[in-house]
Structure formats: structure tokens, C-alpha cells
């Protein structure tokens, strides 16, 4: 079957740095991605990783390494407006997008 | 503001009522989508609409049926619903199903079941 797997919820401070993992097992791959999701509002696209390695954009970077079935999502400089919930979407053969749960992520002053 | 629009917001209606869930793109997209988004769950993707012909229905109940006249516009009609089926409803756009381009969401429609 495929499956994500990914932390309910993480807490971090205002100008630290946080990882939030994913792993994953799709029928076949073909990238994946990481979305934003504030409290009541539309996921918003963040990162597409489909090569393995490291992307970085701006505070944001996403790793992924295709082998271990592994990325996680890297945020810079926290700031508050950070706080919300972060998707990890893997790509399977059919070309969709399967979800996880999500990571709530919180940041304190 | 993603180009993708959702009427309307928020809904309310009874088990034996009928309504319709309306989403717009203005991003010349050729792919849309109905996901449901239940509180901490996973998003789960309902259907694909591509250049207009149905391509994905993920086992969901009859009493959900979609419409999608042209590229721009897809909706989703409401009928017989059940308590369970209260959740936010998303619709999403695409350059084309198939393929791994980002989807672009619009705001959603929280649906009550009463």
C-alpha cells in the first residue's frame, strides 16, 4: 500500500531553525511535494523535489533522497506567520499526488 | 489569491437537501480537482476532471456527483448527504492531470451536514 508517515505537530521559537520529515512508500515515484496549509485557508505550493539532494529557496529548503524513501521540508529564521500546517505529497506511477496528514507546526516568541 | 475561486465559503444544509459547490480557475488550467479535507486527515482526493473528461473517481459515494461543462469551471453537486460528509471541500487546478505540475487550491468550501 502506500503510506506517509510525517509528525502530528512540532513546536519551534521565532529566529530558530526547524526539519520536518517525511517518509514515504508510493506505488512507483515521481517527485515530491511540500505544501503550506494556514489554519482555514488553501494549501499553497512550497517545494517540488524530484532529483535527490537539497533545494533551497530563500528560508525555505527541501531534501530528498529517492533510496531511503525520505525528504523533509528545512525552515530558516522562523518567523511567526510560519505557524501553520506543512503537507508532504509524494507523486506515485499514476502521476497523483498522495497527501499526508500534515505537520502542525507552532512557533513560539 | 491563487486564480482558483470556490462559492460559496461556507454551507450549511440538511440530509435531504440539494446543493452545488461551484470552483473557477482564471489560470488557463487544464486539469481541476475535488478533494475532501476532513479535520486531521489526509487530504483525499475525490475527482479529476482533464480537458474536461472525468479521468480519476476515488470510490465515492454516488451521492457526491461532479460536473465540469469547460476547463475553467467544475462543480460539485450535493445530494442525500450524511453528517460524515462535513468537512472542507477543495477544488484545485492544474496545467494538466498526468503530470507532476503544483496544483493550485482555492479557499474552500466548509460544508455542515445537519
Known amino acids: 500500500g502506500q503510506n506517509i508517515d510525517q509528525p502530528t505537530e512540532m513546536t519551534a521559537t521565532e529566529g530558530a531553525i526547524v526539519q520536518i520529515n517525511c517518509t514515504y512508500q508510493?506505488?512507483?515515484?515521481?517527485?515530491l511535494f511540500w505544501y503550506q496549509q494556514h489554519a482555514g485557508e488553501a494549501p499553497t505550493f512550497l517545494s517540488y523535489n524530484v532529483l535527490d539532494g537539497l533545494e533551497e529557496k530563500g528560508r525555505f529548503s527541501s531534501f530528498l533522497s529517492r533510496s531511503k524513501g525520505y525528504s523533509y521540508l528545512l525552515l530558516k529564521e522562523l518567523q511567526m506567520k510560519d505557524s501553520a500546517s506543512y503537507l508532504c505529497a509524494p507523486v506515485d506511477s499514476n502521476y497523483q499526488l498522495i497527501w499526508g496528514a500534515g505537520t502542525k507546526l507552532i512557533i513560539k516568541p | 489569491e491563487t486564480g482558483v475561486t470556490q462559492t460559496p465559503r461556507h454551507l450549511v444544509m440538511g440530509m435531504t437537501n440539494k446543493k452545488s459547490l461551484k470552483c473557477e480557475q482564471h489560470l488557463g488550467h487544464n486539469a481541476m480537482y475535488w478533494y475532501k479535507q476532513s479535520a486531521k486527515k489526509p487530504l483525499e482526493l475525490m475527482f479529476v476532471y482533464n480537458f474536461k473528461e472525468q479521468t480519476e473517481n476515488n470510490s465515492v459515494p454516488s451521492r457526491f456527483s461532479p460536473e465540469c461543462p469547460n476547463s475553467s469551471h467544475l462543480f460539485l453537486h450535493l445530494h442525500t448527504l450524511q453528517p460524515e460528509d462535513s468537512a472542507l471541500y477543495l477544488c484545485a487546478s492544474s496545467q494538466e492531470s498526468g503530470t507532476p505540475y503544483e496544483q493550485y487550491f482555492g479557499p474552500g468550501t466548509r460544508l455542515t451536514v445537519t
Open positions: 508510493t506505488s512507483g515515484f515521481n517527485g
